[in-house]
C-alpha cells in the first residue's frame, strides 16, 4: 500500500523558515523522482521543486529559486523541502509528489498536502 505523508506545515511571519518533510512508503523509493507541488486558492497548482531519483539534480520554479532547498534521504524514504525567506506569496497547500516513468506508464503518487501560511 502506497503511503505519502507530508508534515511540517504552518503559520510563519514574512521572512522566517520552515521545513516540510515526506514520508513514503510502499514503493521503490530510490527509483522515484521526487518533487514539491503548491497550490494556492483559487490558482491552479503549480511546481515548486524537483530532486532525481539519486539526489545528484535538483530544480526549482523561479519564485523560490535562491530561498527553497529540496533534499532527500534514500536510506529513510524521506524528502524535505527547507524553505527560507518566506513570502506572504508562499502561502499555499504544499503536496509531496513521488514520479517514476516507465516503459509502462507513470506511476504517481500525492500526499494530503500541508497547509502554509505566511503571514504577519
Known amino acids: 500500500q502506497v503511503q505519502v505523508v507530508e508534515s511540517g506545515g504552518g503559520l510563519v511571519q514574512p521572512g522566517g523558515s520552515l521545513r516540510l518533510s515526506c514520508a513514503a512508503s510502499?514503493?521503490?523509493?530510490?527509483?522515484?523522482?521526487m518533487s514539491w507541488h503548491r497550490q494556492a486558492p483559487g490558482k491552479e497548482r503549480e511546481l515548486v521543486a524537483t530532486i532525481s531519483s539519486a539526489g545528484g539534480t535538483t530544480n526549482y520554479a523561479d519564485s523560490v529559486k535562491g530561498r527553497f532547498t529540496i533534499s532527500r534521504d534514500n536510506a529513510k524514504n524521506m524528502v524535505y523541502l527547507q524553505m527560507d525567506n518566506l513570502k506572504p506569496e508562499d502561502t499555499a497547500v504544499y503536496y509531496c509528489n513521488p514520479r517514476q516513468t516507465t516503459s509502462y506508464g507513470v506511476y504517481d503518487y500525492w500526499g494530503q498536502g500541508p497547509q502554509v501560511t505566511v503571514s504577519s
Open positions: 510502499g514503493f521503490t523509493f530510490s527509483r522515484y523522482v
